[in-house]
């Protein structure tokens, strides 16, 4: 199967402040999730975006799909936006999940 | 409706028991999963069911048994399960297999005493 790597793998930010996570995937992928897990545990799908730009809010994605790898933009961070983002990478009947990036953000 | 329900919400069970969790999805998706989660790990993927046939099996002891009745339903059977089986349990479910955003259930947090 194919590797997602994300970096950085931990990320402490001061409330407001912005941040871009990064998803690397090695092979060429038909889906490209991005996830909030927040502390309880639930998976909230943040982005669908196999190609291209999407915004919602304070949070923005770009995929570059032939150069493998995948951009979250959070913006005007608050203390709600901590917990870990996953990416995950679908290439047929495979969802890959990457190792994921651990948020703080502290008032 | 646009969400994946899993019941219960949190499981405590002894290594003898018997136990069921329960997933439900009414977005007409074809495809559901089961995913397994240890903590501080992204998700691992157990069983997929494409159109409530188990079309991957991915090496998953014999002591968890999924089953999908009908295409809105995903239950994974629980027996003699050991400590190590801990772990928070994800149910998810998509369109298709491969195509189209996945949806994925608040999850079950499961003890095993």
């Known amino acids: 199967g194919i590797q997602v790597e994300q970096s950085p793998p931990d990320l402490i930010l001061q409330e407001g402040a912005n941040s871009t996570l990064r998803c690397n995937f090695s092979?060429?992928?038909?889906?490209l999730q991005w996830f909030h897990q927040n502390p309880w545990g639930q998976l909230i799908n943040l982005f669908y975006?196999?190609?291209g730009t999407k915004q919602n809010g304070r949070l923005s994605a770009t995929t570059v799909a032939t150069e493998r790898y995948s951009l979250l933009y959070i913006s005007s961070s608050q203390t709600t936006d901590s917990g870990v983002y996953f990416c995950?990478?679908?290439?047929?009947?495979?969802?890959?999940f990457g190792t994921g990036t651990s948020l703080t953000v502290i008032p | 409706d646009t969400e994946v329900t899993q019941t219960p919400k949190h499981l405590v069970m002894g290594m003898t028991n018997k136990k069921s969790l329960k997933c439900e999805q009414h977005?007409?998706?074809?495809?559901m999963y089961w995913y397994k989660q240890k903590a501080k790990k992204p998700p691992e993927l157990m069983f997929v069911?494409?159109?409530?046939?188990?079309?991957i099996n991915e090496s998953v002891p014999s002591r968890f048994s999924p089953e999908c009745p009908n295409s809105s339903l995903l239950n994974l059977h629980l027996h003699a399960l050991q400590p190590e089986d801990s772990a928070l349990y994800l149910c998810?479910?998509?369109?298709?297999?491969?195509?189209?955003?996945?949806?994925f259930g608040s999850g079950t947090r499961l003890t095993v005493v």
């Open positions: 998810a479910s998509s369109r298709l297999t491969g195509l189209g955003g996945y949806t």
């Open positions: 092979d060429s992928v038909n889906n």
């Open positions: 975006i196999p190609s």
């Open positions: 995950a990478a679908n290439t047929g009947n495979q969802f890959y």
């Open positions: 977005m007409g998706h074809r495809a």
């Open positions: 069911y494409s159109y409530e046939k188990l079309s």
